[in-house]
């Protein structure tokens, strides 16, 4: 039976699902010698050898994670001994949380209920690989989420020695860092650092030429032809270029034709672009907010209160202000600051104040508008709320 009601309106979309995040796609161009310096590292692990560890550096959207799954796709599909696991760090927080998702990807099943200790989980990943004679390697997506509280320290160092315990167990881990400087060596303690070695492999941004062929692959495959006329590509390109980060022009794009479609037009308009474009970026912030701790969202509430209220933001000010209403040691305010820069929610300066240089924390445009809507509500929650409200008003066509 041809679907009458389920695929009437699907008039513009081939397939919409190859605009969300997590599709790996086809065809990925401009990251060939990403890709290769990532295969030579990987390689050692087809003769059963631990991989060479790696740093994977660029901006959010420069496809960092994208040139992972690839590699890993390979490797799951050529070499069964080596066990290829993603873990995507930015809902966890601690070693137990890295290491269950290990253990669920290897075992199948989460670790048991009654909450056994990282070391047993550990312990029981060792004996796993030993027994097997495998090789895990493990990608921590986004690793510059694990800094706070030597985290990272801890779940590398775990991973990185675990043949010391269990031999036969051989082991490395690939990072991706979207914050861009990532202080591993800062960071880690001395032994941590000498058993990681990694080699760093850049992801510049796209050029405004990438960005729009990329973008133009994507409506190929996705969008029925001449749906998207070139106007309309040029102008989410320009967008997605000021944004720095290709996952908007992807959202902007699939936002955009579904706007045109749930209107009945044939093809999409800059218009279309234009209404489904602060809603993208809404949606955007907001959900980047709702994955702050408590404690970066009190530092960001400060830092945009006192944005609003036009007051100084150099970072003493703004320490001031932070530990008056959560204390907290200087070092641990960085941290924080570090961290809602890397996440593009703020972004720091140095400026000249009478005879020396101060650094200044600028929050970026939008933000303010998220916290707030976060703080009205019960929780951050409420911000989500407030940007779904909007995307469901132009999913279903009412602008
Ligand atoms: N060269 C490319 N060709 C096609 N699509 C790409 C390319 N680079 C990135 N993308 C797409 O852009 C989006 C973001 O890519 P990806 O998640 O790999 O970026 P990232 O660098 O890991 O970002 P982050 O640091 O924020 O995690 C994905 O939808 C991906 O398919």
Sequence with gaps: MTPRYLMADQ??????????????PEVFNYRDAQLKDLAFALRPTLYGARPLNTLLQGPPGTGKTTAVRRLFAEVEETTPQVVPILVSCLGKRTTYAVLSQIYLTLFNHSPPSHGPSSSRILSEIGDNLARRGAVLVVCLDDANHLVQKRVLNDVLIRILRLHEF?????????????SMDLPLHHILDPSTWSSLQASTISFPPYSADEVRSILA???RAGVYPGVVPPAVLDD???RTVGTADLRIGMDLMKGAVHHAERAGQKTVTVGDVETVFAVVMRTRLASTVQTLTPTEQSVLAVLAGMADRREETTSGRVYEAVTAVEPMSYTMFHERVQRLEGLRLVRTRRRKKGQGRTREIVVREGVSDAVSAGSSGESMNGCIGVADDEK???ETGGG
Excluded at 166 to 178: E, F, H, I, L, Q
């Design 11 to 24: 008039a513009l979309f081939r397939d919409p699902s190859l605009f969300e995040t997590h599709h790996l």
């Design 236 to 238: 989410v390109a320009e």
């Design 392 to 394: 469901r008003r132009y």
């Design 166 to 178: 269990y031999p036969g167990a051989r082991t490395g881990v690939v990072m991706t860092d979207s």
């Design 217 to 219: 692959d994507r409506v």
